[in-house]
């Protein structure tokens, strides 16, 4: 029988809310202080800005007071008007406009204030981006380096959510129901989480364990540990159409990257069965596919921007704490950034790899999207979505330029850190109880490269070796480069070229030379891709950390062992006594086997001849080639790089020093952090599905699965899973 929920947990919607306005109408110690540190910031920040702006000027002291005032006082008649403009906008037109809220904000208010003087529009525009640093500096300084006045700026947000909500028919009602949050930290090892915890380096995780609200595990992802594959699992149940984060298909001689958005939903059709984890009204964000949410932003394989109904988005982009502020702290990690990998260079940390170029360009946009995710979530949790699931990518991106345990990597992990107290304390404004589940879908290894260690990179390997082959066998084209963090901006950049307006035709117009059928590609993907279209080599070389794979595209299917060696005579022998190379499986007549350079490992049977090449890679390795093994489009040769023993070291066929995707050190540990009381499916977890498996059944009992039956076909069904009230995340 369903049981209801607790009646503590029971909170108020339209009595609360008219308190809250009711409230507002007098005058509260915690107004009055919040009016006089806004009148005092005001006056820091423009008195700074036009001692720093020689072309802005006020005449004295009286001057400056009265622009504070009329500054004040342009913002709250603009502010709704602009943020009502970006909402009809919606997409690329309110992330336009937000460039320029502060502007407008600043020149009305200096034309209108007698005793003010400016130069010209360009002086303006400069001024409004100085008053935004010195802002945010001041502010970071009164809150300590908190995000008060951004989770400030939020609460007001889904408090006007919750309003509108209800004026439209469309609060849930009390008491109300049960809801999950579900937040991907990007590429964390469960090892690294547990030492930084135990450090005390991330103080609400660390609260959470101590006061047993929530419990932490370890789950295996097995191979391959990537974000495509994990998120296929977790959110469908089904890894065995992603091998890899990129692979060859030999049926239809192309070249499929997850983080072209193209791709990544092609890959989801394969994929979408009815039973995606978010399919029952669940909130996609940021992440790689959409699970079958009922509404998908920033997600890859949809490349949407949010549209005109996302009033979090509108919000963020005209707040003063939200796009302006995200930019300013994104330079601040831009200039953080440089002088890291100067201190690198300088003390000749290694293994280590440049940190310059697209990375060092698309490091502040980290900073914009964890911000921009928050507002995101805050609405969607203001508005009763009963599941939401977003991933967080900014320890994976730092890690793999920095090293997964390196000083700026574990600086963007306490940043996520922060961001859960932000969600906990924003959960307490939300239209339904929430509980937070923490994941992870993949940990990190570290290592010098291969091409560092050997000169060569596989792909130069592989071309060497096959120059004993017949015919056009010497054709070898690869798609090693580092791909993988291009997939959310290229999501945002085909999402935007795809609408109408003067700033579609603007994107349009400066993405032309990286734009082929309506699709945005930056990066080294599309160019990889088309030139394996173009020349159609016999050979493709695919790199995923230190996974490997290479395909021989003039014959269907998977090759056997003996049909490789007839064909390219020198090319396995030569993989498998290569020093950087840990193990080669390919299929025998008796299935497939493991190949090291002392011994081999029979997977379906285990039997071993010589050393046992598997022994580096863990107690799980020979189920997680295997399962590999059965995946659609896997190659005709796997390669793992060689694992270091004693520090769990690997070689990356990718330009990465941290890295991911095959097996060795971190890389497959990855993290679950959830409530206590509730239970796991199995223990220990191994692999996405089982997560999957778990986290459904975790709905199921909060009463927000429907069975399948009724999924299916949308009727009512007898069959109702029992119901329990866990304790509240957090």
Request: glycine content about 10%; hydrophobic content about 45%.
């Amino acid at each position: 029988m369903k049981q209801q929920p607790e009646t503590t947990a029971a909170r108020p919607g339209r009595v609360r809310v008219g308190l809250r306005v009711l409230r507002g109408w007098r005058p509260t110690f915690r107004r009055v202080r919040s009016l006089v540190r806004t009148a005092v910031t005001s006056f820091i920040v423009l008195a700074g800005t036009f001692w720093l702006m020689p072309g802005v000027n006020a005449r004295g002291l009286v001057g400056l007071l009265g622009m504070v005032v009329t500054v004040a006082a342009v913002g709250a008649l603009l502010r709704p008007l602009l943020l009502a403009l970006a909402t009809v906008l919606g997409g690329f037109g309110a992330l336009v406009l937000g460039a320029f809220v502060q502007v407008i904000v600043l020149y009305v208010a200096l034309s209108l204030a007698p005793d003010t003087h400016v130069a010209n529009l360009p002086v303006v525009f400069g001024a409004s981006w100085v008053a935004v640093a010195l802002a945010a500096l001041v502010n970071w300084f009164a809150d300590a380096g908190t995000d008060d006045a951004f989770v400030s700026e939020t609460v007001r947000l889904m408090s006007r959510v919750r309003r509108i909500e209800e004026r439209n028919g469309r609060a849930l009602p009390d008491p109300c129901p049960e809801g999950l949050l579900i937040i991907q930290l990007d590429g964390v090892p469960a090892p690294l989480l547990r030492w930084a915890v135990r450090a005390g380096n991330l103080p609400h995780i660390g609260r959470w364990l101590r006061t047993r609200s929530h419990r932490l595990t370890a789950w295996h992802t097995g191979m391959p540990a990537t974000t495509p594959a994990a998120q296929a699992g977790i959110l469908y149940g089904d890894t065995s159409q992603v091998p890899a984060f990129r692979w060859y298909e030999k049926d239809s001689r192309r070249l499929v990257v997850t983080s072209r958005p193209r791709d990544a939903a092609e890959v989801e059709r394969r994929l979408a069965s009815g039973r995606g984890l978010l399919r029952d009204g669940g909130i996609s964000i940021s992440n790689a596919f959409s699970g079958d949410a009922a509404e998908c932003l920033l997600t890859v394989s949809h490349a949407s921007l949010p549209g005109r109904s996302t009033r979090g988005y509108a919000a963020f982009m005209t707040s003063p704490y939200g796009f302006t502020r995200a930019i300013v702290l994104g330079v601040g990690e831009l200039i953080r950034e440089l002088h890291q990998a100067r201190v690198q260079r300088l003390r000749d940390v290694r293994p280590r790899v440049s940190r310059g170029g697209a990375f060092l360009a698309l490091r502040p946009a980290t900073t914009l999207l964890r911000d921009l995710n928050v507002s995101l979530i805050a609405e969607q949790m203001a508005r009763g979505a009963p599941v939401i699931f977003c991933d967080f990518v900014d320890y994976d991106e730092v890690a793999h330029h920095a090293g997964p345990a390196r000083p700026e990597s574990l600086k963007a992990l306490e940043a996520l850190d922060q961001v859960l107290g932000i969600l906990e304390r924003l959960s307490a404004e939300a239209a339904r109880r929430y509980h937070l589940v923490v994941l992870s879908d993949h940990g990190q290894s570290q290592g010098a490269t291969f091409r560092q260690r050997f000169d060569e990179s596989l792909e130069e390997v592989v071309t060497r070796l096959a120059e004993g082959a017949s015919g056009d066998g010497r054709a070898v084209a690869g798609a090693t480069g580092t791909a993988e963090e291009w997939g959310r901006v290229n999501a945002l950049l085909t999402e935007a070229v795809a609408r109408r307006g003067p700033t579609a035709a603007a994107t349009r117009a400066a993405m032309r030379r990286h734009t082929t059928d309506g699709e945005v590609t930056l990066g080294p993907a599309d160019e990889e891709a088309r030139h394996i279209e173009e020349h159609d080599p016999a050979t493709v070389v695919i790199a995923s950390g230190n996974l490997g794979m290479v395909y021989l595209t003039r014959y269907p299917g998977r090759l056997k062992r003996a049909q490789i060696e007839a064909v390219y005579p020198l090319l396995l022998d030569g993989l498998v006594a290569h020093p950087g190379i840990g193990l080669v499986v390919v299929d025998d007549e008796a299935g497939p086997v493991a190949m090291g350079r002392r011994g081999s490992h029979r997977l379906r049977d285990g039997a071993v001849e010589g050393e046992d090449p598997l022994v580096p890679y863990g107690p799980m390795a020979r189920t997680d080639l295997l399962r590999h093994q059965e995946m659609v489009h896997v190659g005709d040769l796997v390669v793992l790089s060689v694992v270091e023993p004693g520090v769990d070291e690997v070689a990356a066929f990718e330009e990465l020093v941290g890295s991911h995707g095959g097996l060795g050190g971190w890389q497959t540990e990855a993290v679950l952090l959830y409530p206590s009381g509730w239970h796991l499916g199995t223990d220990p977890l191994v692999g996405p599905a089982a997560v999957y498996a778990t986290l459904v059944d975790w709905l199921d009992r909060l009463g927000l699965r429907k069975p399948d039956v009724e999924a299916a076909t949308g009727t009512e069904t007898d069959v109702e899973p029992e119901r329990v009230t866990p304790p509240v995340g957090g």
